[in-house]
Nanobody, 115 residues
Framework: QVQLVESGGGLVQAGGSLRLSCAASGSIFSINAMAWYRQAPGKQRELVAGITSGGKTYYADPVKGRFTISRDNAENTVYLQVNSLKPEDTAVYYC?????????WGQGTQVTVSA
């Protein structure tokens, strides 16, 4: 079993920044892809950013140039640096990791951006 613990969310003003963290623990041999999703009230969960085991990254159009995903393999941790935040970034952010073709979700961390 794999557990993911997220942290780093909070309330910030527009233009501010946060660093979200997601640490994996448990029965881990190796982690393939890691990703961040978000879900705003009344909307479907959407992929925000992803990073492969080889370090290749993906970003959804609304966050390109503002968000940066990274990983620390020694600590089994994925980060999401979120800069120049906008009110429309307000959502619960969830991390997801793939371990031997199984997917695990974090509990979510709330990001709220005020105008």
């Amino acid at each position: 079993q794999v557990q993911l613990v997220e942290s780093g969310g909070g309330l910030v003003q527009a233009g501010g920044s946060l660093r979200l963290s997601c640490a994996a623990s448990g029965s881990i041999f190796s982690i393939n892809a890691m990703a961040w999703y978000r879900q705003a009230p009344g909307k479907q969960r959407e992929l925000v950013a992803g990073i492969t085991s080889g370090g290749k990254t993906y970003y959804a159009d609304p966050v390109k140039g503002r968000f940066t995903i990274s990983r620390d393999n020694a600590e089994n941790t994925v980060y999401l640096q979120v800069n120049s935040l906008k009110p429309e970034d307000t959502a619960v952010y969830y991390c997801n990791v793939e371990v031997q073709l199984r997917h695990y979700w974090g509990q979510g961390t709330q990001v709220t951006v005020s105008a």
